[in-house]
């Protein structure tokens, strides 16, 4: 593999940078449906991708075959892209360098899920449904397990080789209950395809699906059952660690990222409203408010060696005691808030995409205390976990989020369940409003894997973490 790489490498000496990158990605996901398995989908993609920089302006070229008069042509092709655009700009760019790397770096893995037979897997989605399907008020259920391995190598012109392997394992399943006309869901260990890390067939088994079920099944009943909330009213709202990092994920991750601040990137999730030169000014959220982008995370999906630029991982402030202190930044974007050095955020999804600005673990960290606590000190208010649905401005401000789990508070306790609440924000009022934070033993680590941005689309693993934490005055109502 090496060979074609340097091959590569050798075909872009003019350019001021060069690149290449091997990548295979190997898939596994087996999914199961009232009873009966959906699908076994098996697939592998590899191929390498060459990046070429002159005068700051990139091309890009990929090819999936893996021949070296193919490599030679994808580098040709780079380099003649890369002089196009600098031609075309008329202009140079920084692209920040950086030193010198050799090594690997594997995702620990007590059981690779890969030699896991196949017939386990759908055994375990199969008990699972069993014990969903005890109640015929549960009328579709759903459950399904993913794996992937991901093999990179990858040289630059700075000197760079660099191996990588990653395992991604997660899985999760849904229960559906129709009720007196009313449909509702409950999932473990969410929604959206359940958790994943960076782990192997160990973390399937740390989940204990099983275990999980009976209570799974009943609180879809439960909530089908539920009431809605009345009417619209401003409340304190207690958020369990699920939808915390969904909210982090929108409202911090999306906004922070550079390209997007600098205005090279708007397609799918906008620009945003935190602009560079508020940077080390702007209060975007209370005292409470400490934010990471850390790709060193142990377990964390978005963990690596190197990004995808051969920039080392690192651990990044972007929230400190509630003010806006970082983005997440690559080497043609770091300069424009005065860095010398990439953030190391640079991620493609695949050997034919760019790099570009992603998430890698960006969590918030821990405060004191339980959720228990936060709870006994609240007289009325409104608790939500486990994202069901989303929606946020462009500019990442104005925001909604319905979850899967609602219940009264009352009286510092957790009281009646109610069904399709929503909550309303903007994103510096409401993190302004965070007044209470649980701490490091309710702090959870997420991951989530299809995280879409750029055109063509990546769809990248991002991971996130939080404590339940308790917010002031929102706006919370019922979506029906
Ligand atoms: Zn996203």
């Known amino acids: 593999m090496e060979k074609y790489l340097h091959v590569a490498l050798e075909k872009l000496?003019?350019?001021?940078?060069?690149?290449?990158?091997?990548?295979?990605?190997?898939?596994?996901?087996?999914?199961?449906?009232?009873?009966?398995?959906?699908?076994v989908s098996?697939?592998?993609?590899?191929?390498?991708?060459?990046?070429?920089?002159?005068?700051?302006?990139?091309?890009?070229?990929?090819?999936?075959?893996?021949?070296?008069?193919?490599?030679?042509?994808?580098?040709?092709?780079?380099?003649?892209?890369?002089?196009?655009?600098?031609?075309?700009?008329g202009k140079t760019k920084p692209f920040l360098s950086e030193p010198r790397h050799e090594g690997e770096y594997r995702t620990e893995v007590g059981v690779d899920p890969f030699t896991v037979p196949v017939d386990r897997k759908i055994d375990l989605l199969m008990k699972v449904d069993e014990i969903l399907a005890k109640d015929p008020k549960i009328v579709l259920r759903t459950g399904s397990l993913h794996f992937r391995k991901i093999e990179k190598v990858f040289v630059n012109s700075e000197g760079s080789f660099l191996k990588q392997t990653i395992y991604m394992t997660g899985g999760g399943y849904?229960?559906?209950?129709?009720?007196?006309?009313?449909?509702?869901?409950?999932?473990?260990?969410?929604?959206?395809?359940?958790?994943?890390?960076?782990?192997?067939?160990?973390?399937?088994?740390?989940?204990?699906?099983?275990r999980y079920a009976d209570q799974i099944r009943e609180e879809a009943i439960m909530f089908a059952k539920a009431d809605t909330l009345?009417?619209?009213?401003?409340?304190?709202?207690?958020?369990?660690?699920?939808?915390?990092?969904?909210?982090?994920?929108?409202?911090?991750?999306?906004?922070?990222?550079?390209?997007?601040?600098?205005?090279?990137?708007?397609?799918?999730?906008?620009?945003?409203?935190?602009?560079?030169?508020?940077?080390?000014?702007?209060?975007?959220?209370?005292?409470?408010?400490n934010i990471v982008a850390d790709a060193t995370l142990k377990r964390g999906l978005g963990t690596f060696g190197w990004d995808d630029e051969g920039v080392e991982a690192q651990r990044v402030d972007l929230i400190r005691e509630g003010i806006l202190v970082g983005y997440l930044s690559s080497r043609d974007s770091a300069w424009a808030i005065g860095l010398n050095r990439s953030g190391g955020m640079a991620r493609?999804?695949?050997?034919?995409?760019?790099?570009m600005?992603?998430?890698?673990?960006?969590?918030?960290?821990?405060?004191?205390?339980?959720?228990?606590?936060?709870?006994?000190?609240?007289?009325?208010?409104?608790?939500?976990?486990?994202?069901?649905?989303?929606?946020?401005?462009?500019?990442?401000?104005?925001?909604?989020?319905?979850?899967?789990?609602?219940?009264?508070?009352?009286?510092?306790?957790?009281a009646e369940p109610l069904r399709n609440v929503i909550y309303y924000g903007i994103t510096p009022e409401f993190w302004g409003s965070m007044y209470a934070l649980a701490g490091k033993d309710e702090w959870k680590l997420w991951g989530l894997p299809h995280c879409g941005k750029g055109e063509p689309g990546q769809s990248m693993d991002t991971g996130h973490g939080a404590s339940p934490a308790a917010f002031r005055k929102v706006r919370v109502g019922s979506t029906a």
């Open 230 to 289: 009345k009417e619209e009213m401003e409340t304190t709202l207690v958020l369990g660690t699920h939808q915390m990092i969904l909210q982090i994920h929108e409202s911090v991750g999306h906004p922070l990222e550079l390209d997007r601040a600098i205005g090279y990137e708007a397609s799918y999730a906008g620009t945003s409203f935190a602009r560079i030169e508020n940077l080390g000014k702007l209060r975007y959220g209370s005292p409470l408010m």
């Open 174 to 210: 849904t229960a559906y209950a129709f009720v007196d006309g009313v449909l509702a869901h409950r999932s473990y260990p969410a929604p959206h395809g359940g958790n994943h890390l960076q782990a192997g067939w160990e973390f399937i088994e740390e989940m204990d699906f099983l």
């Open 13 to 39: 000496k003019e350019a001021d940078y060069g690149e290449a990158r091997f990548v295979r990605i190997t898939s596994q996901d087996v999914t199961v449906r009232n009873g009966r398995l959906e699908s």
């Open 357 to 414: 600005v992603r998430m890698t673990n960006v969590y918030l960290l821990p405060g004191e205390g339980t959720l228990d606590d936060i709870l006994s000190e609240i007289k009325d208010g409104v608790y939500m976990d486990l994202n069901k649905s989303w929606s946020i401005d462009q500019r990442r401000l104005n925001f909604q989020f319905s979850t899967e789990v609602a219940y009264r508070i009352r009286n510092g306790k957790l």
């Open 42 to 89: 098996e697939s592998v993609e590899e191929g390498i991708g060459v990046r070429a920089v002159v005068g700051g302006s990139i091309g890009f070229a990929a090819t999936n075959r893996v021949l070296i008069d193919e490599v030679v042509k994808a580098s040709e092709r780079a380099l003649a892209y890369a002089k196009a655009s600098y031609k075309a700009l």
């Open 348 to 355: 493609a999804s695949g050997f034919n995409r760019m790099p």
